[in-house]
């Protein structure tokens, strides 16, 4: 399944105060989005679902909405919601309710206005590693505005030392903060800044193949999309 920005702009809704979001499952298997709202914010469809390949789910965010959209791999769930997935684990549930998900993880990161700016900042991070392509961009275009994305598969190049395996396959790539543990990697203590946290070569091997996610905590302005829409629509393996 191939989309293209004119399959959304025929609308479901008509937005009045809020953006629409309108996530696509484009890869050849299901997957799992988990949702996590930031402190004070509510939560989307309760923080998780399924979707199989070729699904289009839409939900509204009221303003000044902030949170982190990432999708889990090969779960599996019983009646009552408990289970486990490869990636993106978020303690075993199907609606995350709250909770993050366990790197790693490709995270969509999002703050759709506040208190001191309409404009809506947006991004793909690699922070927490990587498990699935994806993409983030407006629908109808914008002034400004550009494409979040990581659209190629890093787990077929992803260094040995990072890999995360489930027999015998490869369905992650660790950070190298989360596989080395270390404030240096981790931009932590004494690192905790641009000037003393640089990126490592593992980040610059991020970055070369996927320029327009950031590849560490302190990667470069040009990761960070401004804009103001009144829709996006977040593509797990987005076309090429």
């Not at 309409?118 to 690699?126: A, E, I, K, R």
């Amino acid at each position: 399944m191939e989309t293209g920005e004119n399959d959304f702009k025929s609308s479901r809704t008509t937005l009045i105060n809020g953006t629409q979001l309108i996530l696509v499952n484009n890869c050849r298997k299901s997957i799992w989005p988990g949702i996590l709202g930031n402190t004070g914010k509510m939560t989307p469809k309760d923080g998780g679902f399924h979707m199989r390949s070729g699904d289009e789910v839409v939900f509204d965010v009221p303003n000044k909405w902030s949170g982190r959209i990432w999708a889990r791999q090969n779960c599996h769930f019983n009646n009552t919601g408990k289970g486990s997935c490869d990636t993106g684990d978020c303690n075993g549930q199907l609606k995350c309710l709250g909770l993050g998900g366990k790197p790693p993880a490709t995270v969509v990161e999002m703050t759709l206005g506040s208190s001191t700016s309409p404009l809506h900042f947006y991004d793909v991070s690699l922070v927490d590693g990587f498990n699935v392509p994806v993409s983030m961009r407006p629908v109808g275009g914008g002034i400004g505005c550009g494409v979040a994305e990581c659209d190629v598969d890093l787990n077929i190049c992803c260094p040995s030392a990072l890999e995360v395996k489930v027999g015998g396959t490869v369905v992650g790539c660790k950070s190298a903060c989360l596989a080395i543990q270390s404030a240096k990697y981790c931009c932590t203590g004494k690192f905790a800044d641009p000037k003393t946290c640089k990126p490592t070569i593992f980040a610059h091997l991020f970055k070369a193949i996927c320029p327009k996610a950031y590849s560490y905590a302190f990667d470069e302005s040009s990761s960070l999309n401004k804009c103001r829409a009144s829709r996006y629509v977040i593509i797990f393996c987005p076309p090429k």
